[in-house]
């Protein structure tokens, strides 16, 4: 599985738990529209520490910044960069 | 938690209970093309604006100035966040009683216009890592030095009447010192827009803040048309959701005499509290009564900020259908939710306790549910220290301090908890779920008050008399 099928498959998950089967396309909102709320970017947040070691309280944290598959997409690539 | 237009569902529900929780009252005229092309031609424009200008002067008497400033937002879309600005400006300076109190509000916004250009100038100082800590801790000791001043002396009726003034901006200056390293950030004249926006807020940021706003903003005409359909639509709910509310009223307290919640906990305090199960129907009327009214004022809000042009997400909704502990905090009021979540949630939760997941959750959920909360009531009701002096003040707060651990505590639990999606059925993957979530939003509204009346005991008395215990 590459990066972005398992953030979305990952996403997918969390939009399941909250009965949320509706499709999504990589640049689709998921947490400004309202689908994914803050305690589920607390999700996100940990998977992208964890699996992609980006520390957010270096870089500091906006949903804006995993809004979307491309948005954390290209998240990981500035903070690989970064390192 | 989404709080949006995707419904949350345990498991599709069959038959009657399945085509109630799909009933909708209001047609969704914004996926309708031929409705939405029409809402972009002037004469659309005309007509939705006179028809929400009605809506509004059904709803509050501010209906004429908020009138005025949607007409330009909405045939000036260009210059929309110039427009909300000069609106906010307006109304902060037009509506003040007194040019006393408009020379503070200038010497606030004056404030924050230093405080967000230090933060720029110096982004790795200690003050522009940390502003918030400095803006909030700052206006602590304001309120501390202000308490401690004797009431004879030239400088404390200024220093409170600063402090009374900066307790309703606080969190909106806040919100845009968040915003402070967005590469897109707003200038300061955008950001003031967000200051006690035109289309009203309370103490808690309506719709959060300038980050927000540019991000929710209608691009393009049909947007825009979308945008503002979405907020007639909400205009139009909540004008139903009046109109249930005062049949309630009139079924609740005028038919059936149901005491209200304050009367029958001060008959307790008073030693001749109503019998059990009054007081059971008094607690549920007016918990049932708060979420009624929640809808109504805090989505008026949302209803004209959506119809200036920006797609803002409900402040309530939906509560009585949540599942969880956490999902009702989320759904009952999401723009105070959202409050304590940028402000306290998120920046204890990316910075401690790493290692431990749970330990990072609860410190990060109590840094937020606990002692934002009760940060914000306190710093809200500052006539209180004033009045009580800051001791007094203090312990007469135990009340709603007692309410926030209860409340950390139950959505700690609830966020640890695993989510069954998959519960079977209505009954147990709904319906029982949601009635605990609202028993326990129910009972711990006993410790709800911030008047600081009663001491703790009295509100765990009349909590034991629900069970026809006596103490």
Redesign the interface.
């Known amino acids: 599985m590459n990066q972005s099928e398992e953030i979305r498959e990952f996403v997918k998950k969390l939009l399941a738990l909250k009965g949320d089967r509706q499709p999504f396309s990589d640049s689709s909102s998921i947490f400004l529209s309202g689908r994914l709320g803050s305690v589920d970017a607390v999700e996100v947040v940990v998977l992208l520490e964890d699996r992609f070691g980006i520390d957010f309280a270096e870089i500091g944290f906006d949903q804006a910044l995993i809004d979307s598959i491309e948005a954390i997409q290209s998240l990981i690539r500035t903070a690989g960069t970064r390192s | 938690?989404?709080?949006?237009?995707?419904?949350?569902?345990?498991?599709p529900a069959s038959g009657w209970a399945n085509r109630l929780a799909h009933l909708r009252l209001i047609p969704r005229i914004e996926t309708y093309p031929s409705v939405v092309l029409f809402a972009q031609t002037d004469l659309g424009k005309l007509v939705m604006l006179v028809l929400f200008g009605l809506g509004l002067a059904y709803t509050g008497k501010d209906w004429w100035p908020l009138s005025i400033w949607l007409t330009l937002t909405t045939f000036l879309p260009d210059r929309r966040r110039l427009i909300v600005t000069a609106g906010t400006l307006s109304l902060a300076y037009l509506t003040q009683p007194s040019v006393h109190k408009a020379i503070l509000i200038t010497l606030i916004l004056v404030v924050a216009g230093v405080l967000l250009r230090c933060a720029a100038l110096w982004p790795r100082s200690l003050y522009g890592r940390r502003p918030l800590a400095f803006l909030l801790s700052g206006f602590v000791t304001l309120v501390v030095l202000a308490s401690c001043i004797s009431a004879d002396a030239t400088i404390y009726q200024p220093m409170w009447d600063f402090a009374l003034t900066l307790a309703t901006y606080v969190w909106f200056i806040g919100y845009s010192l968040l915003d402070r390293?967005?590469p897109d950030r707003d200038g300061f004249t955008l950001q003031v827009g967000t200051y006690r926006p035109f289309w009203g807020s309370t103490n808690t940021p309506f719709v959060k803040g300038a980050?927000?706003l540019r991000?929710?903003e209608a691009r393009h005409a049909e947007g825009l048309a979308v945008t503002q359909l979405k907020g007639l639509k909400l205009l139009t709910w909540l004008i139903m959701v009046s109109f249930f509310g005062k049949f309630y009223d009139y079924c609740i307290y005028d038919r059936l005499h149901v005491p209200l919640f304050d009367h029958a906990l001060s008959l307790s305090v008073s030693r001749a509290p109503l019998p059990w199960y009054t007081c059971w129907a008094s607690l549920i009327a007016g918990f049932l009564g708060s979420i009624i009214s929640i809808t109504i004022w805090g989505n008026r809000f949302v209803a004209c900020c959506r119809m200036a042009g920006f797609n803002a997400?409900r402040n309530t909704y939906r509560p009585l259908s949540s599942r969880t502990v956490?999902e009702f905090f989320?759904r009952y009021y999401f723009y105070f939710?959202?409050l304590l979540?940028?402000f306290f949630?998120?920046p204890t939760?990316?910075?401690y306790f790493?290692r431990n997941?749970r330990l990072r959750?609860i410190t990060?959920t109590f840094a937020a549910a606990c002692f934002g909360n009760a940060l914000f009531h306190f710093c809200r009701d500052l006539t209180f220290v004033q009045k009580l002096g800051l001791p007094g003040a203090l312990v007469g707060f135990q009340v709603y301090l007692f309410y926030c651990v209860a409340l950390a505590t139950a959505i700690s639990i609830s966020?640890l908890r695993k989510?069954d999606?998959n519960a079977a059925g209505f009954i147990r993957g709904q319906l029982l779920p949601s009635v605990s979530v609202a028993l326990f939003y129910c009972l711990l509204d006993i410790f709800g008050s911030t008047q600081r009346n009663y001491p703790l005991t009295e509100h765990f008395r009349f909590l034991a008399h629900l069970f026809n215990i006596n103490i």
């Open positions: 938690m989404s709080i949006s237009a995707p419904a949350v569902t345990a498991q390293n967005a980050a927000y991000r929710i997400l956490a989320n939710k959202e979540v940028e949630f998120y939760f990316l910075r790493k997941r959750l990060a966020q989510r999606p």
